[in-house]
């Protein structure tokens, strides 16, 4: 997207005092109404608590204006990214987290949960890694594109009777990662691109999930653990049998069918699989934690 990074930047910082004025208000409405919020309990060991509704909100609002200031005057980058929207809406939800009514404090706490994780997965992590070795973002992605799916997906359609070759060209044109595979005699080339590889899949679904089991259980412990380590592969295998089976039709039927099951089944198998698992992990979950429940219940009636 082309659009003026100044005017985007000063439309936002716009929106984000409009709705600071408005949490401020919300805030000075309901003093006694705010304090049911993980995130207000977790910024309250921090701040003098009745001080921490405010807080929260101007966090965000800071956010906001930091996060513009560094595009515009030091970044001076005239394209929006993901990583933009994402901080933004990290700040907006912050922003904001006063102003609902308590009783959606549950669906508040997920969605700044949710984006302060989206936020450390796909600003912090990558930001931090690409000035640490020095490569730009473009190839640390292609590289990640290139081990953790082109590769596995050729060589399981190889595996499965296949001819299937993949390469890494990040010297070329267009998209880096290509696999290439016959169909009628013509040799016909698939770019991989970052929405089709599966990593902000990955990064959507440890965002999410981590933000459900904060939000639900007040805690992330070893259970929890095993379940986001379970979701990972899940996700990475789900993706690479999408991606398996699209490509297998290109084969079969070319081009156009590819393109129909890439659009249209490929995200229905991904969506199946992830939606699957998050209700049976989740019933774990929940009977793993009302037995130790139960377990305790005996303990707390002989404590004196």
Known sequence: MGHSVLSVEIAMLVVGVGMALYAAKAISMKKTEVADGLVFRIVARFVQRENTAVAISASGFVLLFAWSAWKILFVKD???????????LFGIALVLYNAAPTKLHAVQDFAVFYLFFLTVV??????????ASGESYV??????????????????????????????????????NIIEYEHDGAILKLGIGTGCSGLYSA?????????????????????????????????????????????????????????????????LVFVAFITVFWLLIVRWLDNVYERRARALEPMAAITP
Do not use: C
């Not at 796909?122 to 000035?131: A, E, G, P, R």
């Not at 979701?231 to 990475?236: E, I, N, P």
């Open 78 to 88: 005239p394209d929006l990214h993901l990583e933009d929207f994402i901080v933004t």
């Open 122 to 131: 796909f600003v912090v992590i990558w930001k931090v890694y690409s000035m």
């Open 139 to 176: 190839r640390i992605t292609a590289y990640s594109e290139y081990y953790i799916v082109t590769a596995p997906v050729t060589g399981i359609l190889n595996g499965l009777g296949f001819q299937v070759d993949s390469s890494l060209n990040l010297g070329g044109p267009g998209l880096s």
């Open 203 to 267: 990064g959507l679904f440890f965002s999410a999930f981590l933000a459900f089991i904060l939000v639900r259980y007040q805690k992330v412990d070893a259970p929890a653990a095993a379940a986001l380590a379970i979701g990972f592969a899940v996700t990475w295998l789900s993706n690479i049998i999408r991606m398996v089976v699209t490509i297998a039709t290109g084969i079969a039927w070319g081009h156009p069918a590819l393109a129909f099951v890439h659009s249209y089944i490929g995200i």
